[in-house]
Every structure is written in C-alpha cells, then in structure tokens.
Nanobody
Framework: QVQLVESGGGLVQAGGSLRLFCSASGSTFSTYAAGWFRQAPGKDREFVAAISRNSNTYYSDSVKGRFTIARDDAKNTVWLQMNSLKPEDTGVYYC???????????????WGQGTQVLVST
C-alpha cells in the first residue's frame, strides 16, 4: 500500500487559483495511476481528475479547461492546478492512487486525508 498526504488547500476568492499537492510516502508514483476527488458538505465524493501511469489525463466536465492534473514521479508527487475557481469548487479534496487509472476513476485505491478548499464569492 501507499500512504498519501494532501496539501495546498486554503481560502481563495472566486476567479483565483490554487495548487494542491499529493505526496506519496516512500515509493514513487511511477507504478500508480492517481487522481483527485472532492466532497462538499452533505454531498458524496465526486470525481475531479485522474492521471495514468503514462500521464494520460481525465477530467470531469465541471472542471475541464480550468483544472490541470500532473505528476512528478521523481518527487513522488501528483498535483492539481486549479484556475478560475468558482464557489461550487468548494470542498475537501482527496488524492487517490491505484495500479490503473480505471480504479482511480472508480474511487478504488489508497486515499489521503484530504485538504480543504474554500472559494468565496
């Protein structure tokens, strides 16, 4: 198993940007696909973005064109660049890793503890 820790969350005004980081302990991300989910209060977790071991990327329609997922295997890190943030982007963002991207998109993998993103109007 791999242990994941998210960071980079915070409070930002609508239209602003944040970059979230997901750090894996010990092993590299080279053998894992990874992704991000988010959860608003009272709602289920929803898929945000994913990246395969070969750096193919996938996005939900709600963030496409605004968010970018990328990976740096040498640093055991996946990050999510969030631009043009909207209030509806508010929530706790979770990193997930799994052997293949289909498992990541299906929310089947190892999870971090989450980092909170608050987007004000």
């Amino acid at each position: 198993q791999v242990q994941l820790v998210e960071s980079g969350g915070g409070l930002v005004q609508a239209g602003g940007s944040l970059r979230l980081f997901c750090s894996a302990s010990g092993s590299t991300f080279s053998t894992y696909a990874a992704g991000w989910f988010r959860q608003a209060p009272g709602k289920d977790r929803e898929f945000v973005a994913a990246i395969s071991r070969n750096s193919n990327t996938y996005y939900s329609d709600s963030v496409k064109g605004r968010f970018t997922i990328a990976r740096d295997d040498a640093k055991n890190t996946v990050w999510l660049q969030m631009n043009s943030l909207k209030p509806e982007d508010t929530g706790v963002y979770y990193c997930v890793a799994a052997p293949v991207v289909s498992l990541v998109r299906g929310a089947l993998g190892s999870w971090g503890q989450g980092t909170q993103v608050l987007v004000s109007t």
